[in-house]
Protein backbone atom coordinates (compact mmCIF):
# COMPACT_ATOMS: atom_id res chain seq x y z
CA UNK A 1 0.00 0.00 0.00
CA UNK A 2 2.86 2.22 0.85
CA UNK A 3 4.88 1.30 -2.06
CA UNK A 4 1.77 2.30 -4.27
CA UNK A 5 1.29 5.60 -2.59
CA UNK A 6 4.76 6.66 -3.43
CA UNK A 7 4.10 5.36 -6.81
CA UNK A 8 1.55 7.23 -7.74
CA UNK A 9 3.06 10.63 -5.87
CA UNK A 10 6.17 10.21 -7.93
CA UNK A 11 3.97 9.43 -11.48
CA UNK A 12 1.80 12.85 -10.40
CA UNK A 13 5.12 14.67 -9.95
CA UNK A 14 6.22 13.65 -13.20
CA UNK A 15 3.36 14.66 -15.04
CA UNK A 16 2.94 18.25 -14.04
CA UNK A 17 6.65 18.78 -14.15
CA UNK A 18 6.41 17.92 -17.73
CA UNK A 19 3.34 19.88 -17.93
CA UNK A 20 5.72 23.21 -16.93
CA UNK A 21 6.75 25.35 -19.36
CA UNK A 22 10.53 25.09 -20.64
CA UNK A 23 12.91 26.88 -18.87
CA UNK A 24 14.17 30.31 -21.02
CA UNK A 25 17.24 28.84 -22.68
CA UNK A 26 17.39 30.44 -26.54
CA UNK A 27 19.68 31.80 -28.64
CA UNK A 28 17.76 34.63 -29.96
CA UNK A 29 16.04 36.34 -26.84
CA UNK A 30 13.31 37.90 -28.08
CA UNK A 31 13.63 36.60 -31.20
CA UNK A 32 12.69 32.73 -30.36
CA UNK A 33 11.52 30.55 -33.41
CA UNK A 34 12.46 32.92 -35.40
CA UNK A 35 14.49 32.94 -37.89
CA UNK A 36 17.48 35.44 -38.30
CA UNK A 37 15.93 37.10 -41.28
CA UNK A 38 12.77 37.45 -39.71
CA UNK A 39 14.83 38.83 -36.12
CA UNK A 40 16.18 41.58 -38.68
CA UNK A 41 12.87 42.53 -39.53
CA UNK A 42 11.24 43.31 -36.23
CA UNK A 43 14.67 45.26 -35.60
CA UNK A 44 14.04 47.00 -38.63
CA UNK A 45 10.37 47.73 -37.50
CA UNK A 46 11.46 49.07 -34.05
CA UNK A 47 13.49 51.76 -35.91
CA UNK A 48 10.96 52.85 -38.16
CA UNK A 49 10.67 50.45 -40.91
CA UNK A 50 11.99 49.47 -44.06
CA UNK A 51 10.05 51.91 -46.47
CA UNK A 52 11.13 55.00 -44.00
CA UNK A 53 14.86 53.75 -43.62
CA UNK A 54 15.43 53.33 -47.67
CA UNK A 55 13.95 56.75 -48.52
CA UNK A 56 16.67 57.98 -46.68
CA UNK A 57 19.18 59.15 -48.93
CA UNK A 58 21.16 61.34 -46.78
CA UNK A 59 22.19 63.07 -43.35
CA UNK A 60 23.28 65.93 -41.79
CA UNK A 61 24.35 66.49 -38.43
CA UNK A 62 26.37 68.03 -35.74
CA UNK A 63 27.25 67.21 -32.26
CA UNK A 64 29.99 66.53 -29.62
CA UNK A 65 32.53 64.13 -28.78
CA UNK A 66 35.73 63.26 -26.34
CA UNK A 67 38.32 60.66 -26.96
CA UNK A 68 40.87 58.94 -24.17
CA UNK A 69 44.41 59.49 -25.49
CA UNK A 70 45.87 55.73 -24.75
CA UNK A 71 47.93 56.35 -27.15
CA UNK A 72 49.81 59.81 -25.60
CA UNK A 73 48.38 59.72 -22.08
CA UNK A 74 51.73 60.37 -19.85
CA UNK A 75 50.76 58.40 -17.27
CA UNK A 76 48.51 55.68 -18.79
CA UNK A 77 45.01 56.03 -17.30
CA UNK A 78 43.28 57.44 -16.52
CA UNK A 79 43.96 58.94 -19.67
CA UNK A 80 44.07 62.75 -21.18
CA UNK A 81 41.28 63.56 -23.31
CA UNK A 82 41.10 65.58 -26.69
CA UNK A 83 37.63 67.21 -26.84
CA UNK A 84 35.99 67.32 -30.89
CA UNK A 85 32.64 69.67 -32.44
CA UNK A 86 31.26 67.75 -35.41
CA UNK A 87 29.19 68.68 -38.76
CA UNK A 88 28.77 66.14 -40.90
CA UNK A 89 26.78 64.95 -43.86
CA UNK A 90 26.56 61.37 -45.11
CA UNK A 91 25.01 60.61 -48.58
CA UNK A 92 24.84 57.47 -48.84
CA UNK A 93 22.97 57.85 -52.37
CA UNK A 94 26.31 59.10 -53.56
CA UNK A 95 28.60 57.69 -51.80
CA UNK A 96 30.16 60.94 -50.41
CA UNK A 97 31.14 62.15 -47.03
CA UNK A 98 31.89 65.31 -45.79
CA UNK A 99 32.93 66.06 -42.25
CA UNK A 100 34.11 69.01 -40.30
CA UNK A 101 35.87 68.90 -36.94
CA UNK A 102 37.10 71.19 -34.39
CA UNK A 103 39.80 69.58 -31.94
CA UNK A 104 40.55 71.02 -28.62
CA UNK A 105 43.56 69.07 -27.81
CA UNK A 106 45.04 69.33 -24.36
CA UNK A 107 49.03 69.47 -24.91
CA UNK A 108 49.17 72.46 -26.51
CA UNK A 109 51.07 73.49 -23.47
CA UNK A 110 50.03 77.46 -24.36
CA UNK A 111 52.65 77.45 -27.67
CA UNK A 112 50.23 77.10 -29.97
CA UNK A 113 46.22 77.47 -30.27
CA UNK A 114 44.31 74.34 -28.49
CA UNK A 115 41.95 74.21 -31.39
CA UNK A 116 42.60 72.76 -34.68
CA UNK A 117 40.23 72.52 -37.23
CA UNK A 118 39.71 70.40 -40.56
CA UNK A 119 37.81 69.03 -43.25
CA UNK A 120 37.55 65.67 -44.97
CA UNK A 121 35.65 65.04 -48.12
CA UNK A 122 35.43 61.71 -49.41
CA UNK A 123 33.35 61.04 -53.14
CA UNK A 124 34.03 58.08 -55.07
CA UNK A 125 35.48 60.32 -57.61
CA UNK A 126 37.77 62.29 -55.47
CA UNK A 127 39.00 63.45 -51.61
CA UNK A 128 40.68 65.95 -49.75
CA UNK A 129 41.91 66.65 -46.68
CA UNK A 130 41.65 70.37 -45.32
CA UNK A 131 43.42 72.14 -42.28
CA UNK A 132 43.97 75.97 -42.52
CA UNK A 133 44.87 76.99 -46.04
CA UNK A 134 46.57 73.98 -47.36
CA UNK A 135 44.40 70.99 -49.01
CA UNK A 136 46.04 67.31 -49.54
CA UNK A 137 45.22 64.75 -51.21
CA UNK A 138 43.33 61.36 -48.92
CA UNK A 139 45.71 58.49 -48.59
CA UNK A 140 45.08 55.28 -50.18
CA UNK A 141 44.10 53.63 -47.04
CA UNK A 142 40.95 55.87 -46.42
CA UNK A 143 39.10 54.95 -49.21
CA UNK A 144 38.87 51.70 -47.84
CA UNK A 145 36.65 53.30 -44.88
CA UNK A 146 34.43 55.67 -47.11
CA UNK A 147 32.28 52.81 -47.79
CA UNK A 148 32.23 51.26 -43.79
CA UNK A 149 31.76 55.11 -42.80
CA UNK A 150 28.66 55.34 -44.71
CA UNK A 151 27.42 51.38 -43.64
CA UNK A 152 27.98 51.67 -39.77
CA UNK A 153 26.04 55.15 -39.99
CA UNK A 154 23.27 54.00 -37.19
CA UNK A 155 20.61 55.29 -39.59
CA UNK A 156 21.74 53.26 -42.49
CA UNK A 157 23.48 49.70 -40.18
CA UNK A 158 20.04 47.59 -40.14
CA UNK A 159 20.13 47.98 -43.64
CA UNK A 160 23.88 46.69 -44.15
CA UNK A 161 22.77 43.64 -41.91
CA UNK A 162 19.96 43.31 -44.79
CA UNK A 163 22.24 43.68 -47.61
CA UNK A 164 25.11 41.32 -45.73
CA UNK A 165 26.13 37.86 -46.68
CA UNK A 166 25.50 34.67 -44.49
CA UNK A 167 23.10 36.37 -41.63
CA UNK A 168 22.89 33.87 -38.72
CA UNK A 169 22.62 33.76 -35.23
CA UNK A 170 25.41 34.16 -32.74
CA UNK A 171 25.60 32.73 -29.25
CA UNK A 172 23.34 35.43 -27.25
CA UNK A 173 25.53 38.08 -25.00
CA UNK A 174 24.73 39.94 -21.72
CA UNK A 175 24.45 43.83 -22.07
CA UNK A 176 22.74 46.33 -19.51
CA UNK A 177 22.18 43.31 -17.74
CA UNK A 178 20.15 41.76 -20.07
CA UNK A 179 20.43 38.73 -22.18
CA UNK A 180 20.68 40.27 -25.53
CA UNK A 181 20.30 38.42 -29.41
CA UNK A 182 23.40 38.38 -31.02
CA UNK A 183 22.92 38.97 -35.04
CA UNK A 184 26.18 37.93 -37.11
CA UNK A 185 26.39 38.68 -41.15
CA UNK A 186 30.01 39.52 -43.18
CA UNK A 187 30.68 42.77 -44.44
CA UNK A 188 33.80 42.62 -47.24
CA UNK A 189 34.95 39.49 -45.67
CA UNK A 190 34.84 40.79 -42.26
CA UNK A 191 32.34 39.49 -39.35
CA UNK A 192 29.69 41.90 -37.93
CA UNK A 193 27.83 41.38 -34.99
CA UNK A 194 24.58 43.34 -33.66
CA UNK A 195 23.12 43.07 -30.18
CA UNK A 196 19.47 43.37 -30.21
CA UNK A 197 17.44 44.39 -27.03
CA UNK A 198 15.08 41.27 -26.68
CA UNK A 199 12.09 43.58 -25.65
CA UNK A 200 12.21 47.15 -27.95
CA UNK A 201 14.20 44.68 -30.78
CA UNK A 202 16.49 47.91 -31.20
CA UNK A 203 20.26 47.35 -32.22
CA UNK A 204 22.33 48.24 -28.77
CA UNK A 205 25.56 47.88 -29.79
CA UNK A 206 27.79 46.61 -33.12
CA UNK A 207 30.82 44.70 -32.47
CA UNK A 208 33.68 43.41 -34.59
CA UNK A 209 37.26 42.24 -34.18
CA UNK A 210 39.48 44.33 -37.13
CA UNK A 211 42.49 46.38 -37.71
CA UNK A 212 42.76 50.09 -37.60
CA UNK A 213 44.81 52.66 -39.59
CA UNK A 214 44.87 55.38 -36.46
CA UNK A 215 46.86 54.93 -33.56
CA UNK A 216 45.35 51.62 -32.91
CA UNK A 217 47.28 49.78 -35.90
CA UNK A 218 50.22 48.87 -33.15
CA UNK A 219 47.58 46.70 -31.77
CA UNK A 220 46.44 44.15 -34.78
CA UNK A 221 43.59 42.58 -34.53
CA UNK A 222 41.47 45.25 -32.20
CA UNK A 223 38.14 44.40 -30.56
CA UNK A 224 35.95 47.04 -31.60
CA UNK A 225 32.03 47.46 -29.92
CA UNK A 226 30.08 50.65 -30.58
CA UNK A 227 27.06 51.08 -28.01
CA UNK A 228 23.71 52.39 -28.89
CA UNK A 229 22.17 55.09 -26.54
CA UNK A 230 19.58 57.87 -25.92
CA UNK A 231 17.41 56.82 -28.71
CA UNK A 232 15.42 60.03 -30.44
CA UNK A 233 12.98 59.93 -32.48
CA UNK A 234 13.21 61.86 -36.09
CA UNK A 235 10.88 61.86 -38.82
CA UNK A 236 9.21 58.72 -37.46
CA UNK A 237 12.95 56.97 -37.34
CA UNK A 238 14.31 56.13 -34.16
CA UNK A 239 18.18 57.27 -33.83
CA UNK A 240 20.36 56.65 -30.55
CA UNK A 241 21.95 59.78 -30.37
CA UNK A 242 24.77 58.57 -28.30
CA UNK A 243 27.50 56.46 -29.45
CA UNK A 244 30.33 55.12 -27.24
CA UNK A 245 33.12 53.05 -28.53
CA UNK A 246 35.15 50.90 -26.83
CA UNK A 247 38.33 48.82 -28.17
CA UNK A 248 40.03 45.86 -26.36
CA UNK A 249 37.65 46.58 -23.66
CA UNK A 250 38.25 50.27 -23.05
CA UNK A 251 35.95 53.39 -23.21
CA UNK A 252 38.26 55.17 -26.25
CA UNK A 253 35.96 57.78 -27.66
CA UNK A 254 31.87 59.05 -26.75
CA UNK A 255 29.61 61.20 -29.32
CA UNK A 256 26.85 62.80 -28.74
CA UNK A 257 24.22 63.76 -31.57
CA UNK A 258 22.82 67.09 -31.18
CA UNK A 259 21.12 67.85 -34.30
CA UNK A 260 20.26 65.45 -37.15
CA UNK A 261 18.47 66.20 -40.08
CA UNK A 262 17.10 63.54 -43.03
CA UNK A 263 17.20 64.50 -46.02
CA UNK A 264 17.37 68.11 -45.53
CA UNK A 265 18.92 70.32 -48.15
CA UNK A 266 22.59 70.29 -49.39
CA UNK A 267 24.57 72.92 -50.12
CA UNK A 268 25.86 73.69 -53.90
CA UNK A 269 29.88 72.59 -53.79
CA UNK A 270 29.37 70.73 -50.58
CA UNK A 271 31.29 67.36 -52.01
CA UNK A 272 33.59 69.33 -54.36
CA UNK A 273 37.05 68.18 -54.19
CA UNK A 274 40.52 69.68 -55.83
CA UNK A 275 42.13 65.96 -55.59
CA UNK A 276 41.38 62.67 -57.69
CA UNK A 277 41.25 59.63 -56.55
CA UNK A 278 44.22 57.85 -57.53
CA UNK A 279 43.34 55.15 -59.61
CA UNK A 280 43.91 51.43 -58.23
CA UNK A 281 44.66 53.32 -54.63
CA UNK A 282 45.72 51.40 -52.36
CA UNK A 283 44.85 50.14 -48.82
CA UNK A 284 48.44 49.75 -47.55
CA UNK A 285 48.36 51.22 -44.04
CA UNK A 286 49.78 54.72 -44.14
CA UNK A 287 51.66 53.84 -40.77
CA UNK A 288 53.54 51.15 -43.46
CA UNK A 289 55.97 53.62 -44.79
CA UNK A 290 59.44 52.66 -45.70
CA UNK A 291 62.30 53.85 -43.71
CA UNK A 292 64.30 56.51 -45.90
CA UNK A 293 67.32 56.85 -45.32
CA UNK A 294 68.27 60.01 -47.03
CA UNK A 295 69.55 63.20 -45.75
CA UNK A 296 71.03 61.71 -42.27
CA UNK A 297 72.73 64.35 -39.61
CA UNK A 298 76.03 63.51 -38.57
CA UNK A 299 75.20 64.97 -34.79
CA UNK A 300 78.65 63.15 -33.50
CA UNK A 301 81.38 60.29 -34.43
CA UNK A 302 79.70 56.88 -34.69
CA UNK A 303 75.96 58.89 -33.83
CA UNK A 304 73.52 59.49 -37.12
CA UNK A 305 70.18 60.74 -36.99
CA UNK A 306 67.65 59.39 -39.68
CA UNK A 307 64.89 62.93 -39.43
CA UNK A 308 61.24 62.02 -40.14
CA UNK A 309 57.50 62.23 -38.60
CA UNK A 310 59.52 59.86 -35.99
CA UNK A 311 63.11 60.72 -35.76
CA UNK A 312 65.73 57.64 -35.01
CA UNK A 313 69.30 57.06 -35.02
CA UNK A 314 72.06 54.77 -35.68
CA UNK A 315 74.96 54.33 -33.12
CA UNK A 316 78.10 52.54 -34.08
CA UNK A 317 79.98 50.81 -31.08
CA UNK A 318 83.48 48.57 -31.46
CA UNK A 319 80.80 45.76 -31.03
CA UNK A 320 77.93 45.89 -32.46
CA UNK A 321 75.18 48.92 -33.68
CA UNK A 322 72.80 50.45 -31.31
CA UNK A 323 69.08 51.59 -32.70
CA UNK A 324 67.94 54.22 -30.90
CA UNK A 325 64.04 53.94 -31.19
CA UNK A 326 61.82 51.15 -32.86
CA UNK A 327 58.65 53.73 -34.37
CA UNK A 328 55.88 53.82 -36.71
CA UNK A 329 55.59 49.88 -37.55
CA UNK A 330 56.93 46.54 -37.78
CA UNK A 331 57.29 47.50 -41.33
CA UNK A 332 59.09 50.83 -41.38
CA UNK A 333 61.57 49.59 -38.19
CA UNK A 334 62.28 46.47 -40.80
CA UNK A 335 63.56 48.98 -43.10
CA UNK A 336 65.68 50.76 -40.13
CA UNK A 337 67.09 47.31 -39.29
CA UNK A 338 67.96 46.37 -42.91
CA UNK A 339 69.73 49.67 -43.74
CA UNK A 340 71.57 49.53 -40.45
CA UNK A 341 72.90 46.02 -41.59
CA UNK A 342 74.03 47.43 -44.72
CA UNK A 343 75.79 50.41 -43.46
CA UNK A 344 77.51 48.66 -40.97
CA UNK A 345 77.29 45.38 -42.53
CA UNK A 346 80.59 43.60 -40.74
CA UNK A 347 79.04 44.62 -36.95
CA UNK A 348 75.76 42.92 -35.46
CA UNK A 349 73.07 44.89 -34.46
CA UNK A 350 73.47 44.54 -30.54
CA UNK A 351 70.49 46.67 -29.23
CA UNK A 352 67.26 48.43 -29.71
CA UNK A 353 66.10 50.87 -27.42
CA UNK A 354 62.86 52.09 -27.29
CA UNK A 355 62.27 55.44 -24.93
CA UNK A 356 58.67 56.03 -24.48
CA UNK A 357 55.54 54.57 -23.65
CA UNK A 358 53.42 56.29 -26.74
CA UNK A 359 52.17 53.39 -29.32
CA UNK A 360 53.63 54.95 -32.16
CA UNK A 361 57.38 55.25 -30.96
CA UNK A 362 56.89 51.56 -30.17
CA UNK A 363 54.98 50.03 -32.69
CA UNK A 364 58.08 48.63 -34.35
CA UNK A 365 59.67 46.83 -31.10
CA UNK A 366 57.58 43.59 -32.35
CA UNK A 367 59.72 43.48 -35.25
CA UNK A 368 63.11 43.68 -32.80
CA UNK A 369 61.43 41.22 -31.00
CA UNK A 370 60.77 38.99 -34.41
CA UNK A 371 64.56 39.53 -35.07
CA UNK A 372 65.68 37.98 -31.42
CA UNK A 373 66.70 41.74 -30.60
CA UNK A 374 67.70 42.74 -27.60
CA UNK A 375 65.42 45.69 -26.57
CA UNK A 376 66.25 48.09 -23.58
CA UNK A 377 62.82 49.60 -21.99
CA UNK A 378 61.91 51.28 -19.03
CA UNK A 379 60.87 49.58 -15.88
CA UNK A 380 57.03 50.78 -16.37
CA UNK A 381 56.80 50.23 -19.56
CA UNK A 382 57.61 46.57 -19.58
CA UNK A 383 53.72 45.77 -19.12
CA UNK A 384 52.46 47.36 -22.06
CA UNK A 385 55.34 46.57 -23.96
CA UNK A 386 54.43 42.79 -23.20
CA UNK A 387 50.35 43.18 -24.25
CA UNK A 388 51.86 45.29 -27.84
CA UNK A 389 53.83 41.92 -27.83
CA UNK A 390 51.24 39.07 -26.90
CA UNK A 391 48.65 41.15 -29.31
CA UNK A 392 47.55 38.74 -31.69
CA UNK A 393 47.85 39.97 -36.05
CA UNK A 394 46.10 37.88 -37.39
CA UNK A 395 44.03 39.55 -40.10
CA UNK A 396 47.08 40.89 -41.14
CA UNK A 397 49.55 39.00 -39.94
CA UNK A 398 53.52 40.93 -39.49
CA UNK A 399 56.35 38.66 -39.03
CA UNK A 400 56.54 38.24 -35.38
CA UNK A 401 53.15 36.91 -36.06
CA UNK A 402 54.35 34.77 -38.28
CA UNK A 403 57.17 33.29 -36.70
CA UNK A 404 56.85 34.13 -33.15
CA UNK A 405 59.45 34.84 -30.54
CA UNK A 406 59.87 35.61 -26.84
CA UNK A 407 61.20 39.15 -26.06
CA UNK A 408 64.63 39.73 -24.80
CA UNK A 409 63.86 42.78 -22.03
CA UNK A 410 66.64 44.64 -20.52
CA UNK A 411 64.47 46.89 -18.05
CA UNK A 412 65.97 50.71 -17.93
CA UNK A 413 64.98 51.24 -13.95
CA UNK A 414 67.84 53.09 -13.39
CA UNK A 415 71.33 54.09 -14.53
CA UNK A 416 72.01 51.53 -17.53
CA UNK A 417 75.72 51.87 -19.75
CA UNK A 418 75.94 49.74 -22.69
CA UNK A 419 79.26 49.92 -24.72
CA UNK A 420 82.54 51.01 -22.93
CA UNK A 421 84.93 53.55 -24.12
CA UNK A 422 84.34 56.39 -26.19
CA UNK A 423 81.29 55.03 -27.45
CA UNK A 424 79.62 54.12 -24.22
CA UNK A 425 76.23 55.27 -23.81
CA UNK A 426 74.25 55.48 -20.76
CA UNK A 427 70.23 55.25 -19.77
CA UNK A 428 68.65 57.34 -17.37
CA UNK A 429 64.84 57.24 -16.55
CA UNK A 430 63.45 60.98 -16.38
CA UNK A 431 60.67 60.03 -13.84
CA UNK A 432 59.11 63.71 -13.92
CA UNK A 433 55.30 64.51 -14.13
CA UNK A 434 54.84 64.36 -18.00
CA UNK A 435 58.22 62.43 -18.43
CA UNK A 436 57.72 59.82 -15.98
CA UNK A 437 56.88 56.67 -19.06
CA UNK A 438 60.27 57.58 -20.78
CA UNK A 439 64.06 57.98 -20.40
CA UNK A 440 67.13 60.20 -22.11
CA UNK A 441 69.97 58.80 -23.86
CA UNK A 442 73.59 60.31 -22.83
CA UNK A 443 76.44 60.13 -24.71
CA UNK A 444 79.35 60.93 -22.51
CA UNK A 445 82.21 61.48 -24.77
CA UNK A 446 80.19 64.34 -26.79
CA UNK A 447 77.90 65.90 -23.95
CA UNK A 448 74.57 64.94 -26.18
CA UNK A 449 71.46 64.03 -25.22
CA UNK A 450 68.62 62.60 -26.60
CA UNK A 451 65.40 63.43 -24.52
CA UNK A 452 63.31 61.00 -26.15
CA UNK A 453 59.68 62.62 -27.07
CA UNK A 454 60.28 65.87 -24.58
CA UNK A 455 61.96 68.10 -27.27
CA UNK A 456 59.50 69.53 -30.08
CA UNK A 457 59.70 72.79 -31.78
CA UNK A 458 57.15 75.19 -33.27
CA UNK A 459 58.45 75.37 -36.87
CA UNK A 460 57.38 79.07 -37.61
CA UNK A 461 58.23 80.02 -34.04
CA UNK A 462 60.85 78.09 -33.04
CA UNK A 463 59.47 77.90 -29.46
CA UNK A 464 58.71 74.41 -27.30
CA UNK A 465 55.76 72.59 -28.14
CA UNK A 466 55.88 72.49 -24.33
CA UNK A 467 58.14 73.47 -21.77
CA UNK A 468 56.75 71.53 -19.08
CA UNK A 469 58.62 68.21 -20.74
CA UNK A 470 62.17 70.29 -21.26
CA UNK A 471 62.11 71.57 -17.34
CA UNK A 472 61.45 67.81 -16.30
CA UNK A 473 64.74 66.79 -18.65
CA UNK A 474 66.42 69.20 -17.11
CA UNK A 475 65.59 68.38 -13.70
CA UNK A 476 66.96 64.72 -14.48
CA UNK A 477 69.91 66.28 -16.44
CA UNK A 478 70.83 67.86 -12.72
CA UNK A 479 69.74 64.85 -10.64
CA UNK A 480 72.29 63.14 -12.63
CA UNK A 481 75.15 65.79 -12.94
CA UNK A 482 75.45 64.84 -16.72
CA UNK A 483 77.42 67.64 -18.77
CA UNK A 484 75.11 68.19 -21.41
CA UNK A 485 76.00 70.61 -24.43
CA UNK A 486 73.33 69.28 -26.88
CA UNK A 487 70.19 67.88 -26.77
CA UNK A 488 68.07 66.19 -29.88
Not at 162 to 175: F, I, N, Q, S, T
Not at 294 to 312: E, S
Not at 332 to 339: E, I, N, P, R, S
Not at 344 to 370: C, F, M, N, Q
Request: proline residues 8%.
Amino acid sequence: MRHSLRRSLALAITAFALALPAAATTDAPGCEGLTPRACLDLAIAAMGGRSRLETVSHIEWQGLGHTLLMEQSYRQAPFLTSYQRYHEWLDFAGGRVRSEQTLTWPQAGGTSPADVSSTLVMTPQGGDYRSGKQSQPLPGSIWHALPEHLQQEPVRLLLTADHAAHLRYAGPEMLHGTLHTNLAFDVDGQTWQLLLDPVTHLPDALQRTRTFDDFWYVWGDVSERIDYDNWILVDGIHYPSTSVEERNGKVWRSTQVLTLTINGSLPAGLFDTSHPRPTGASTVSRWERPFDGKNPVALAPGITLYPGAWNTTLIRQDDGVVVLEAPISPVYTAGLLDWAKQRYPDLPIKAVLTTSDSWPHAAGVREAVARHLPVYALDLNLPLLQRLIDAPHRIHPDDLQRQPASPQWHTVAGRTVIGDGPRRIELYPLRGADTGRQYMVYFPASKLLYASDTLVLDAKSGALYQPELMAEVIQAVERAHLDVRTVF
